[in-house]
């Protein structure tokens, strides 16, 4: 998709997906044999639910059928949203990522696998989980030292709680 058709599509689509309350992501143009595929992923800080989502398809769908932004020829709109192994790349995204457990690819080489507990202007504040029965450690990490963040997928966390004092201790 060449940056022209990208930015068309970006300025056409985010107004509708803003007046809905949601954060427009991401837009992608695959083919897909002869045929051509708009994915659009939106969110908001509270996430977007099934409703929101048809709710957003059907106004960005009625947009796009009475402009030429799409060019001729077919094409699939897919909305959703970003997953549960989302990258995080804007602030917003750090902001909604707070309590969750991120894997991030540092700047000067290596990676960090640490739950965020906060997030400002500069960086964030995280716990990096202990190694072989050890606590739980303290870390500052600035945005400038990150090159990718991406959120795990945690399937026997407890929520906080759940928890007994014992276990919190």
């Not at 083919?31 to 989502?53: H, I, P």
């Not at 991120?102 to 202007?121: H, S």
């Amino acid at each position: 998709m060449s940056t022209t058709q990208s930015e068309r599509l970006r300025e056409l689509l985010e107004p509708l997906v803003t007046s809905q309350g949601l954060d427009l992501e991401e837009i992608a143009v695959d083919s897909v044999g002869r045929k051509r595929v708009l994915r659009v992923v939106v969110d908001s800080d509270t996430g977007a639910d099934l409703d929101q989502v048809a709710d957003v398809s059907r106004e960005l769908s009625a947009k796009l059928d009475e402009t030429d932004a799409m060019g001729e020829g077919e094409y699939t709109l897919e909305v959703g949203t970003p997953g549960a192994e989302r990258s995080l790349t804007e602030h917003r995204h750090y902001l909604r990522a707070v309590d969750r457990l991120v894997r991030f690819q540092l700047a000067e080489g290596g990676e960090l696998v640490a739950r965020i507990l906060d997030a400002d202007d500069e960086g964030l504040d995280l716990e990096v989980p202990g190694v072989k029965g050890r606590k739980a450690t303290a870390r500052r990490l600035g945005f400038a030292e990150i090159d990718k963040a991406r959120v795990q997928v945690e399937f026997n966390r407890k929520d906080k709680k759940d928890m007994t004092e014992e276990e919190e201790a």
